[in-house]
């Protein structure tokens, strides 16, 4: 470990009020519900209403990650929001989460765009601003905030989701201390995935996406090794659990047989039945436990890696000292794997980051109302639209987007109330 660590002090995430079963999408879209819940790992999706956005989840995740951990606004230094799913062309979605938590004028505050893998690039920039004495004594915020759309009817409809998770990165982590020394990078021009300015909706090459990802896994870990001087730190039989970028949770399994294939040296195919068996219980101990959260609230494009990790928090009750991998993998593309070693205060502040309380408030909707509120959310913050009324949601309590006025984008309620 270098002399000045870093590492995550506090999360928490915030989601939709909304959501659907993948059971009733696959009985209207005339698709085996096993396809969704056994092929692609999925049993829920996260919708958004037309009032909630980026901003907004961001803005309450990155509230309940301050309260929860008794963390004074003041003590933030940096705040970069991670996201796929920005407001404005120019405008960060940082800033304004910036003034609805009351953040201090010198935080140094910016958006980080790059498909899924914004909030990582957040996460490493507060490392490196820790690391470079930049901090001085202060806290970074990290947001994570997207809404996945690809659009009725698509092949990416089942592998959507909207979420937020914020993490607050400092010089004692209470959670999870990141190793710099075992990071690793990975950059390559491919159109795998991609969301032109004047589309709501993601483009995807679905396939192709899948082998894109797999590939940058083993360029980012190669990377991490030549970093860290040798493979040994990283090896899979030290590592306590593996959290991946998960788009869908069968995409976690996918990564993970990549990653087994990748340290040994060797492409695994189905009759290498010792190989195979292998891959299966480490798959299944170190990866599968951790992908409840996932499962129920769908893709959250940057965030979703850190769900893992979330679902691993609360549940693992770890004694500290275990060391866990990250790997962060955005289309277009750029990856980021690393690890970290998880605190010895972490297992008893499991209850402060569990979202199981506002899951379980979650309502469930039709298919009807779903697609009225996906074909509602393409216009719901152009100028000339009619303003979304958080009532028609049966939303009474929390912060709201309620339109845009004069080309500004208009938020009611607050944070603190959000259920
Ligand atoms: C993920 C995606 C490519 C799947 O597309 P698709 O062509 O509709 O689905 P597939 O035919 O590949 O089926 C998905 C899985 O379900 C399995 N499956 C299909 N029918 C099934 C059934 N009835 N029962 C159980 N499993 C089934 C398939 O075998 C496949 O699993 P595998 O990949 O392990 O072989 C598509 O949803 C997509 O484009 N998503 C957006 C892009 C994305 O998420 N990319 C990820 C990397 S960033």
Redesign the pocket.
Known sequence: MSARVSGIDAMAFHGTQYYLEMADLAAARG??P???????GQRQMAVATPCEDTVTMATVAAHRALERFDIDPGEIGTLIVGTETGVDHSKPVAVYVHDMLGLAPNCRTFETKHA?YGAMAGLTSAMDWISAGRARGRKALIVASDIAR?GLN??????QGAGAVAMVVSEKPRLLELDPTSFGDYTRQVM??WRPLYSKY?F????Y??D??LDAFSGAWRDACENAGSWDPLRLDRLAACFY?V??T??A??AHHRHCETEWGKKVEREDTEQVAAIRESYDQQVAPWLELNSVVG?IYTGSLFLALMDYLRKAQPAGGERVSVFS?G?GCGAAFGTGVVTPEAAGLAERLDPATHLEQRRKLDMDRYEELIRLSETADHNEAPYPDPADWQLDRGLYFVGTRDHVRQYAGSAADTP
Do not use: Q
């Open positions: 698709v085996d096993d396809k969704y819940i056994l092929g692609l899924c690809y698509t092949a990416g409809e089942p592998t795998d995935f993601a995807a090459d679905g396939h996406s899948i894109c990802y970028h788009p869908f069968k995409m399994r996918k893709n993998y289309s």
